[in-house]
């Protein structure tokens, strides 16, 4: 048989938990074609891997990576973590299915995510949106239904539950989504228009989804005092809807997941994910009341600049930072949008509070005002033990939840994936190396329907990783974070060669790779 590589004497990780072998890894077109000794065969490229480790590629199933990807501006940092698959629509969050005026919108309000580059922005299905990243991005993307665009195209802003026609063009754009390969329906509902949907509404959505063997993926209403309600929300809509669940970024010690253990002895499917830090990150509105967060955001800025308005919130603003249990020295500025005062990136939400002279609520509301909403904090918290329950649980597998804007952006979005094997391996010897490429690749593969990838396996796609285990360690930090990791040595996408000894060589590799 003739190959086109031919990795030679790896250390072998299957990515199924198994223990690790010693082979060579065979490689033509997008497949891997043979695992043994392949001494005798031909090959286009033969790769001296002895040594180092040879893993599927990983994936990473919440990232606020899009447009970063459709731009290339996220290649490098993808790959070099050795990403090779992306989840599109994490909290429920795209550009699509969205008519002209509901686009304008959503962009002003996602730009704090993911800016407003120039991608052209023609697209109106979901199809054409899919059409940007289809062997013209580096990775491979995983089509997901996006909650918050479907609400906003069918019902708009409004803080009100869908009438009936609304709701039925809900399930249409649900159902258009997943002919278009979705493997499954991602909500953020502590965002907007999310927040507004109610549970029913969401029960008949999902089960469109069940019809085409998709799962419900959420950032819950919920995660400190109103974790409770919001799981025991979660538990209705998987056994109404009859479909499997996974929570987004789920952090607690270990009575946090009882909830989740109950629920799977009582035969829900259930998954959660976690990044490796101590750290979360979101935009500074969302500390404010639900209420305050209510319209388009030309209506949250009417209000936030209103005296009158903020009189009404003033004595709620603190039970933000109480019910998650912050101190705000630990909120740090993170990445500011239009306006000045970037001195305050790096700074904490108490030191600029105290140096502006102004309360709590009246410093956060004149920030919001001057900046379009535009600005994102980091969310310090110090319990190691709360780290180590997440990413050593049987239901956990990793996320990034990265997000690739210049400022001082939280690290995970550059160094999730090594970081991970190497703090709970090496550091902590928290997992094996087996388990931990596992929550990396077929756990995630597995659970949204990737079947052809997540597994070193002759006939499975070829997304490949070598790295070097000694010498893999991520380097971004709170200051700088966007560094790139270290040990990363060979990234196959699809077959492709797209990463070598750090540097892009391919920045087309990727497929909309659809549910399988």
């Given amino acids: 048989m003739n190959f086109d590589f031919i990795f030679e004497n790896a250390k072998v990780v299957d990515g199924t938990g198994c223990a690790w072998f010693l082979a060579d890894v065979g490689v033509a077109g997008d497949r891997i074609k043979a695992i043994g000794k392949l001494t005798e065969a031909n090959a286009g490229r033969r790769i001296d891997a002895k040594g180092k480790v040879l893993c599927p590629g990983f994936i990473d199933v919440h990232v606020h990576s899009e447009l970063a990807i459709m731009t290339g501006e996220a290649a490098v940092p993808r790959l070099t973590q050795g990403v090779t698959t992306d989840l599109l629509s994490p909290d429920g969050m795209s550009?699509?299915?969205l008519s002209t005026e509901r686009l304008e919108e959503t962009r002003k309000y996602l730009s704090i995510f993911y800016g407003v580059p120039d991608v052209?922005?023609?697209w109106r299905s979901y199809a054409e949106y899919l059409s940007h990243f289809h062997e013209k991005c580096p990775l491979n993307v995983v089509p997901q239904v996006a909650y918050n665009a479907i609400r906003a195209e069918a019902v708009g802003w409004e803080g009100r539950p869908a009438t009936e026609a609304e709701l039925e063009k809900m399930k249409d754009l649900t159902r258009q989504v997943m002919e278009d390969g979705a493997t499954g329906i991602q909500t953020g509902l502590e965002y907007y228009p999310s927040a507004h949907g109610t549970t029913e509404e969401l029960i008949e959505l999902c089960k469109v989804v069940r019809e085409y063997g998709g799962v419900y993926s959420s950032h819950i209403r919920g995660y400190g005092v109103h974790f409770e309600n919001s799981s025991n929300e979660v538990f209705r809509i998987a056994q109404e809807a009859e479909i499997p669940v996974h929570y987004s970024h789920l952090f607690g010690l270990p009575e946090f997941y009882k909830p989740l253990e109950d629920a799977r002895e009582r035969g829900i499917d259930v998954t959660f994910d976690a990044y490796p830090y101590k750290a979360g990150s979101t935009h500074l509105i969302y500390c404010f009341p639900k209420w305050v967060q209510t319209g388009t955001p030309e209506e949250v800025l009417r209000r936030v600049g209103d005296p009158d308005e903020r009189d009404r919130y003033?004595?709620?603003m603190n039970n933000f930072f109480e019910d998650r249990g912050y101190d705000t020295r630990d909120v740090i500025f993170s990445i500011l949008g239009a306006g000045g005062d970037h001195e305050l990136l790096g700074k904490s939400l108490f030191d600029a509070v105290a140096e502006s002279g102004k309360d709590l609520t009246d410093f956060m509301s004149d920030l919001l005002v001057e900046h379009e909403l535009q600005i994102l904090m980091v969310f310090h918290w110090h319990d190691e033990n709360i780290l180590k329950?997440?990413?050593t649980h049987p239901y956990h597998m990793v996320c990034s939840d990265g997000i690739?804007?210049?400022g001082r952006p939280h690290p995970r979005g550059y160094g999730t994936f090594p970081r991970f094997i190497a703090l709970t391996t090496k550091q902590k010897g928290w997992l094996t190396l087996e388990d931990a490429i596992r929550r990396m690749t077929s756990f995630p593969a597995t659970?949204?329907?990737l079947a052809d990838r997540g597994i070193i396996r002759e006939g499975m796609a070829a997304d490949i990783v070598v790295f070097d285990?000694?010498?893999l360690i991520d380097k971004a930090t709170f200051e700088d974070g966007t560094q790139l990791c270290q040990g990363i040595e060979y990234v196959?996408?699809?077959?492709?060669l797209a990463l070598e000894k750090g540097e892009l060589v391919n920045g087309s590799a990727g497929r909309v790779v659809g549910r399988s």
């Fill in 469 to 471: 285990e000694d010498n």
């Fill in 492 to 496: 196959l996408v699809n077959g492709k």
């Fill in 389 to 391: 329950t997440a990413l």
């Fill in 120 to 122: 052209g922005w023609e």
């Fill in 314 to 316: 003033r004595p709620q």
């Fill in 95 to 97: 550009y699509a299915p």
């Fill in 404 to 406: 690739f804007k210049s």
């Fill in 447 to 449: 659970r949204y329907g």
